[in-house]
Nanobody
Framework: QVQLVESGGGLVQPGGSLRLSCTAS????????VGWFRQAPGKKREEISCISANADTTNYVDSAKGRFTISRNSDSKTVYLELNNLVPEDTAVYFC??????????????????????WGQGTQVTVSA
């Protein structure tokens, strides 16, 4: 059983930065694509960014382009989401997930739960002055 653990969230002022981590234990994150999602209170979960299984493709939703960067470390155990120039609207719980139904290809980030994927417990990001 793979567990995903997110970390790195916190309280930050507008314009600030955070780096979120998603670490797999046991195992690695190079079997399926990995996605970052977020859910704000009273809102639906939304896709933010993804990285393909071989880490050669990344995608971002429009609100994340130019501000967020997804990457994977060399041992493939951790996927990062660097958040820059944060605004209050970025306040949410951020989750990572990996699943055979998570498609991350050129111009495409699509998630369909297959029952064979894994989700982390989430990490809270709060952007406030």
């Amino acid at each position: 059983q793979v567990q995903l653990v997110e970390s790195g969230g916190g309280l930050v002022q507008p314009g600030g930065s955070l780096r979120l981590s998603c670490t797999a234990s046991p195992g690695t994150l190079d079997y399926y694509a990995v996605g970052w999602f977020r859910q704000a209170p009273g809102k639906k979960r939304e896709e933010i960014s993804c990285i393909s299984a071989n880490a050669d493709t990344t995608n971002y939703v429009d609100s994340a382009k130019g501000r967020f960067t997804i990457s994977r470390n060399s041992d493939s155990k951790t996927v990062y989401l660097e958040l820059n120039n944060l605004v209050p609207e970025d306040t949410a719980v951020y989750f990572c997930a990996t699943d055979p139904g998570l498609i991350c290809s050129a111009g495409t980030f699509h998630y369909t739960g297959t029952g064979f994927g894994y989700w982390g417990q989430g990490t809270q990001v709060t952007v406030s002055a």
